[in-house]
Nanobody
Framework: QVQLVESGGGLVQPGGSLNVSCAAS????????MGWYRQVPGNKRELVAT???????NYADSVKGRFTISRDNAQNTVYLQMNSLKPEDTAIYYC?????????????????WGQGTQVTVSS
């Protein structure tokens, strides 16, 4: 079983910065892609950024140039550095991990979501 623990959310003023993190634990054989998604009540969950194990990243147009995704493979952790925050960035941010886990000697794919962390941008 893979568990994800998110941290770093909070309240910031427009133009401010925030760094959220997500640490994966469990009997993990490997992790391929990691990413961040966000959701506002009443809206669909949308992709913010993804990153491969080798470090190739992809961003939504709305956050390009402002957000940076990174990962620490040794600690199975993904980060999202958010700069120049805008009120429209306000949402619950969820991390996502695509992993291969070991259960009783068998390898099984697992697509895991974090519990979500609230990011609020307001003056």
């Amino acid at each position: 079983q893979v568990q994800l623990v998110e941290s770093g959310g909070g309240l910031v003023q427009p133009g401010g910065s925030l760094n959220v993190s997500c640490a994966a634990s469990g009997t993990i054989f490997s992790i391929s892609d990691m990413g961040w998604y966000r959701q506002v009540p009443g809206n669909k969950r949308e992709l913010v950024a993804t990153i491969t194990r080798s470090g190739n990243s992809n961003y939504a147009d709305s956050v390009k140039g402002r957000f940076t995704i990174s990962r620490d493979n040794a600690q199975n952790t993904v980060y999202l550095q958010m700069n120049s925050l805008k009120p429209e960035d306000t949402a619950i941010y969820y991390c996502n991990v695509r992993a291969l886990v070991i259960i009783r000697g068998s390898y099984l794919p697992d697509n895991v979501w974090g519990q979500g962390t609230q990011v609020t941008v307001s003056s």
